[in-house]
């Protein structure tokens, strides 16, 4: 019997939802980790009762959590509850994210450009994504706040930075989003085990081929009006990235505004706004079982960060963008003002898919019908920064 | 023996309940308190200071004797009454909500 569990992390805990196939009735765990931001869930694919989640606070700063069945505990990698402790240094440093700055490894890169264009010192703030390998349980990619790419291939006890992203020579000029200069989007190609597509805010979009050893910026085609040069190599607030694991050259894009397509494993990009609303977002997703078929939630602007006309509409497209249909079934159409951040959307891979996404109201809704109706499974969670499915059985 | 009394998030995450109670060895100072208590503690690491710098974080004070210490040097002896466990030393996050 097929089985799934909604991971989602909000601004006061962690809750998880599971079901079965059905999708129907839900059971709710949580809070976890009560009154911690919990910026991100997420299992591996290798093994899905491990599950990675990054908890933080403005208080105490980053920790990161590991489970081993599936979310019903928890531990700190590398400090075990209980743990009598050793003699010698302490041993947790699965919250110890240090940039790499050596000659052998990297440029020694020591700051970035602040909002006001000066030059600012690169500081590890928190963990915003984490991307387990596809192949081994012990290896998760950690994309952290000032902006870069952390690797653990220790189940999260340790991490090491891959350099070679801020050193490959924009880093200076990348400069913070409006929440933070963060690498919010990890893709692993399940093709090529060697390239990994990142995304960052707001700096763009870019790729390795080479398990992280060189990067490139890939953002031609994106057009921003709020750099200088609207077509510079990079500066662009890429809000989120999403690609169908069957076709690993397609990718789409939800940029601050404009929602964008590649067909070239992001060499070029072209804009498949189409008939959208607004065409400002921050989440976008591709179905489980049809490349073509891609979901957004417009919100109104950069300025007002809630949907348009008081009505909550996922819109998709069955063409791969340019055409979109609003699907409101299940969803508030009158009075609603809430928001969907970049990663808050997440599809199942039931057979019909499932959707889901959260709110900063706090509503995490379901569609088990990719997408015709919706229904929600909790109504009065804190605001949800992320969503993420497991599909078991 | 010193006590230190941790904000409720961090005793949740050191699992335990109420006060603290750690052995020091040589003079109590913020510093050798902070290095025994993450040796006790690991899982506190990085959550009081920061685990390269070892500056307090910001939005974390020290108290202890009615006393602000958060400004204090980390090599500055400790009260007597905290030394001697009379008076505990207090982790206190700053009063902004959360």
Redesign the interface.
Known sequence: MSQVRVLVGTRKGAFILESDGKRERWNVSGPHFAGWEMYHLKGSPADPNRIYASQSSGWFGQIIQRSDDGGKTWLQPGTPPGEQPTPGPPLAASNKFVYDATAETGKPLTTHQWYDGTQHPWEFKRVWHLEPSLTDPDTVYAGVEDAALFRSTDGGKNWHELPGLRGHGTGPKWQPGAGGMCLHTIILDPSNPQRIWIAISAAGAFRTDDGGKTWKPINRGLKSQYIPDPNAEIGHCVHHVAMHPNRPGVLFMQKHWDVMRSNDAGESWQEVSGNLPTDFGFVIDVHAHEPETIYVVPIKSDSEHFVPDGKLRVFRSRTGGNEWAPLTKGLPQSNCFVNVLRDAMAVDSLDKCGVYFGTSGGQVYASADAGDSWAPIVRDLPAVLSVEVQTLG | MIRVIL????RT?A?VRGDVEIEVNGQATQGSVLDAL??????L????RD??TQQR?A??RFFACEQDLSHEPPDAPLPDAVASGKEPFIVI??IAG?
Do not use: K, S, V, W
């Open positions: 904000p409720q998030h961090l995450l699992q993450e040796a006790r503690y690991p899982m690491r990085g959550t009081i685990q390269i974080r939005f974390l996050g700053a959360g």
